[in-house]
């Protein structure tokens, strides 16, 4: 047969182990893996001799801003960052305006994303009207996100909308989504508790940075401590498949693991921020509101690595959240008037291969949690996230000995700043391939606006 790609003289790594092989890829699929495909028929054919083939990486947590916010980012110049940083789908999230917390919205993004976006892509909707959710899950959204979070000093990037803070609302939209077979994916805060830590700060004229990353981590991190315990209960009872994001201290660490060894559906994620930017308070002090967020005291940013590791975290979410400097020059005089998050799609899979590099985390383990977990989890595996027959050729082409420096001048967000600024990273992504098509090569994005496609559980909609 006729091949439209053959990979050649490449290692394939999946989270499973290592073999070498080639790959023959045709109609957008892996066709053959062989070792006999040298002199195979191709329209093309690249020689990957001394690097190794992943699956793409799949990320389950992006702000693209796109509708509503469109001056810090939009789908085009998010997903140009997701294809130049290995990242063949994206799942978006829905603090747009208008939020997507009804069919009609939800329907008119995915519509919109699909005429911009050069990744394939899903969404998560905003879970947060009990009698849109059936209708919104039938249309096909990859999952639910609420936040239990409303901003304190700012508008964005919490509106209106998208947050439930309420705990009996909360309760009855876990109970509905739970009827849709849909993941749940919760950003845990207890509102009412960082109110009382926030006006303890104020009183005394605390508003920096450095007041805000403490706020943050105040009585032990207590305002994400409480608001995990509660979301453990209520998926106990009402068996939801509930994700849990930024979990990042050891009590949550624990809480967790219990639930899971009770045998309950609790799935976790973690901001590549807790592992390797905002874990060192040398850094907030250095970076400020361009590492904010929150702060992740060392204890608890040993327990997200070991997490990691040990695989009670479940998968690497970006939590892709860029803002203009000029929005986050606001917090080194006030940080809750500043918003927080920072562009990571571009970077996080090269900061996971340079761990590689320096022998923290295994290859393996980082195509679990970046890749074949993320599919799993979110009802796209085997056709995304993997490398076997008949999956969507989705590869990445990793140089395990290739260096790069991280630079603000090499970042395809339109907010043109990257927090990892200056670091120098090994292992780098030196091809993305989206359905047999090369959408990056050696940091080059090739893919135009419309070819990502919106993919639901495994089915194109």
Aim: hydrophobic share 40%; glycine share 8%; charged share 25%.
């Amino acid at each position: 047969m006729t091949f439209d790609l053959v990979i050649s003289g490449g290692v394939i790594c999946t989270g499973r182990g290592r073999y070498k092989a080639d790959l023959g890829i045709a109609d957008d699929r892996i066709a053959v893996i062989g070792n006999d495909l040298l002199n195979a028929s191709t329209d093309r054919r690249i020689d990957a001799s001394g690097k190794i083939l992943i699956p793409g990486a799949i990320d389950t947590h992006a702000h693209f801003r796109d509708p509503g916010f469109t001056h810090k980012e939009d789908f085009e110049t998010g997903t140009r960052a997701a294809a130049a940083g290995g990242i063949t789908m994206a799942m978006d999230m829905p603090n747009v305006q208008p939020p997507t917390n009804t069919l009609d919205r939800f329907k008119a993004h995915i519509e919109d994303a699909g005429r911009k976006s050069l990744v394939d892509f899903g969404h998560n909707a905003a879970g947060t009207v009990p009698e849109e959710i059936p209708k919104i899950a039938e249309a096909g959204a990859t999952a639910f996100k609420i936040f239990m979070i409303k901003d304190v000093g700012r508008d964005y990037p919490h509106m209106p909308g998208i947050g439930i803070d309420d705990h009996g609302s909360l309760l009855e939209l876990l109970v509905t989504i739970a009827k849709t077979g849909k993941v749940c994916m919760i950003h845990p805060h207890d509102q009412e508790i960082w109110e009382y830590i926030t006006k303890q700060f104020w009183s005394q004229g605390q508003r920096n940075h450095l007041a805000y990353a403490k706020a943050t981590a105040y009585y032990n991190s207590i305002v994400v401590n409480t608001a995990i315990s509660t979301i453990i209960l209520m998926q106990k009872e009402t068996k939801v498949k509930l994700h849990i994001l930024h979990v990042s201290t050891v009590e949550s660490w624990e809480m967790i693991r219990q639930a899971k060894e009770r045998g309950q559906h609790v799935t976790t994620e973690v901001n590549p921020a807790a592992l390797f930017l905002s874990n060192q308070w040398t850094t907030i002090e250095k970076l400020g509101p361009y590492a904010l967020g929150r702060w992740i005291p060392d204890h608890d940013g040993i327990a997200s690595w070991n997490a990691v590791l040990n695989g009670n975290c479940d998968l690497i979410g970006s939590d892709h959240a860029p803002h203009t400097r000029e929005e986050k020059e606001m917090g080194w005089e006030d940080m809750w008037k500043a918003p927080g998050g920072r562009p990571q799609i571009q970077d996080y899979l090269s900061l996971c291969l340079d761990e590689v590099s320096r022998g923290k985390i295994s290859l393996e383990r980082v195509v679990q949690v970046c890749s074949e977990t993320p599919a799993k989890l979110f009802g796209l595996y085997p056709r995304k996230g993997s490398i076997q027959l008949g999956s969507d050729a989705d590869l990445v082409i990793v140089d395990p000995k290739a260096k790069k420096v991280i630079k603000n001048e090499r970042v395809y967000s339109k907010c043109r700043w990257t927090p990892y600024d200056g670091k120098e990273v090994q292992g780098i992504p030196v091809a993305t391939i989206l359905r047999g098509q090369v959408i990056m090569e050696e940091g080059e994005v090739l893919a135009k606006p419309g070819y990502g496609k919106f993919v639901s559980n495994a089915k194109e909609v």
